[in-house]
């Protein structure tokens, strides 16, 4: 459950945006891969999600589960390939589908570790159409993506490639799978995908990673996992910098990177931007935070037992609180 997302909700402060998110591989094997189930649906109606995968019946399995559920949203999975060109490619099906790739699986590599074979060694190909994000958000007429989640076996690279005009243009936040080893014959690495988004203008905040160990070895180690191989990584645009573009530089897109900031597990990133948006626009209604800061640290009672005066930020937006929560501050 957000701590700021929900209170913005509540107070009305998210009917002034529409949030929209795009998953590139948005196969859903488990709950919480449901974008709802994360929090997004706090944004509804003013919500867009689109998801992509090559597998057309996994698109029609969600897009029927969607229509059951009645949902209050615009949500649609399309049956595409993204890549970063238009054209024909090769689609390794893996074992598990869930693994399949435009890159070959790299099978002796594989073998080398425990619990990953069986899953990713190659059971047939076919060819498919690739298009890019790009040329799907032209055809749509899509203006605008804020957040871009992409999970492709090693293609992640070439589908943010083909994505360079919506990136540059309107995304705040990625989500992207990485590979630490070649999982797949010659697919690009972290440090890749790494440089290419610190060359659009993202900053790395967290990265998670599944280990294995040696299939070979009957021993293992009682103070590491064995050898990273893959994971995730989250990027966002630090849009409280100076040197920030002014296509960017906007409280409608600062607002909605606290929002995604905090569902992607960043609270402190959250309130920091809230109060640069309270201190900055303020003045504005549509851009006072100071309530729902106060309404967010309230949450916690061993920080209310310090006393809300105690801590920096609420004395530099104090003046902006009203209501019940300047009734609060009174009382502390």
């Given at each position: 459950?957000?701590?700021?997302?929900?209170?913005?909700?509540?107070?009305?402060?998210?009917?002034?945006i529409?949030?929209?998110?795009?998953?590139?591989?948005?196969?859903?094997?488990i709950?919480q891969?449901?974008?709802?189930?994360?929090?997004?649906?706090?944004?509804?109606p003013?919500?867009?999600?689109?998801?992509?995968?090559?597998?057309?019946?996994?698109?029609?399995?969600?897009?029927?589960?969607?229509?059951?559920?009645?949902?209050?949203?615009?949500?649609?999975?399309?049956?595409?390939?993204?890549?970063?060109?238009?054209?024909?490619?090769?689609?390794?099906?893996?074992?598990?589908?869930?693994?399949?790739?435009?890159?070959?699986p790299?099978?002796?590599?594989?073998?080398?570790?425990?619990e990953?074979?069986?899953?990713?060694?190659?059971?047939?190909?076919?060819?498919?159409?690739?298009?890019?994000?790009?040329?799907?958000?032209?055809a749509?007429k899509?203006?605008?993506?804020?957040?871009?989640q992409t999970?492709?076996?090693?293609?992640?690279?070439?589908?943010?490639q083909?994505?360079?005009?919506?990136?540059?243009?309107?995304?705040?936040?990625?989500?992207?799978?990485?590979?630490?080893?070649?999982?797949?014959?010659?697919?690009?690495?972290?440090?890749?995908?790494?440089?290419y988004?610190?060359?659009?203008?993202?900053?790395?905040?967290?990265?998670t990673?599944?280990?294995?160990?040696?299939?070979?070895?009957?021993?293992?180690?009682?103070?590491?996992?064995?050898?990273?191989?893959?994971?995730?990584?989250?990027?966002?645009?630090?849009?409280?910098?100076?040197?920030?573009?002014?296509?960017?530089?906007?409280?409608?897109h600062?607002?909605k990177?606290?929002?995604?900031?905090?569902?992607?597990?960043?609270?402190?990133?959250t309130?920091?931007?809230?109060?640069?948006?309270?201190?900055?626009?303020?003045?504005?209604?549509q851009?006072?935070f100071?309530?729902?800061?106060?309404?967010?640290?309230?949450?916690?009672?061993?920080?209310?037992k310090?006393?809300?005066?105690?801590f920096p930020?609420?004395?530099?937006?104090?003046?902006?609180?009203?209501?019940?929560?300047a009734d609060?501050?009174e009382?502390?």
């Open positions: 459950m957000s701590l700021f997302v929900s209170s913005l909700k509540k107070s009305g402060h998210l009917d002034q529409h949030m929209a998110l795009c998953h590139v591989g948005s196969r859903k094997l709950n891969d449901d974008f709802a189930s994360q929090g997004w649906d706090l944004f509804a003013r919500l867009s999600i689109y998801g992509f995968d090559a597998d057309a019946d996994a698109c029609d399995q969600a897009n029927a589960e969607l229509e059951a559920r009645q949902i209050n949203w615009n949500e649609k999975h399309i049956p595409l390939a993204l890549w970063k060109s238009v054209g024909e490619s090769t689609l390794y099906v893996t074992h598990d589908p869930m693994c399949s790739s435009l890159y070959p790299n099978e002796p590599y594989l073998a080398r570790f425990s990953v074979a069986e899953f990713m060694n190659l059971n047939f190909t076919v060819e498919i159409e690739t298009t890019t994000l790009d040329d799907f958000c032209k749509q899509i203006e605008e993506i804020d957040f871009l999970d492709v076996q090693g293609a992640d690279l070439q589908v943010l083909g994505a360079s005009e919506i990136l540059s243009r309107s995304i705040l936040g990625v989500k992207v799978e990485v590979l630490f080893s070649p999982l797949y014959v010659d697919s690009p690495l972290f440090a890749d995908i790494d440089t988004l610190r060359e659009q203008g993202f900053s790395l905040f967290t990265l990673a599944a280990s294995r160990y040696r299939a070979r070895s009957p021993i293992i180690s009682t103070v590491r996992n064995g050898q990273i191989l893959w994971g995730d990584a989250i990027y966002f645009r630090d849009l409280i910098q100076e040197n920030i573009s002014p296509n960017f530089k906007t409280p409608e600062i607002l990177l606290a929002c995604i900031a905090e569902l992607m597990g960043f609270p402190d990133y309130m920091e931007i809230l109060e640069y948006l309270t201190l900055n626009y303020g003045t504005d209604p851009y006072n100071a309530n729902n800061i106060i309404e967010g640290i309230s949450q916690f009672p061993e920080l209310v310090q006393g809300f005066n105690s930020i609420i004395q530099r937006i104090r003046d902006y609180a009203s209501g019940d929560a609060l501050l009382n502390r």
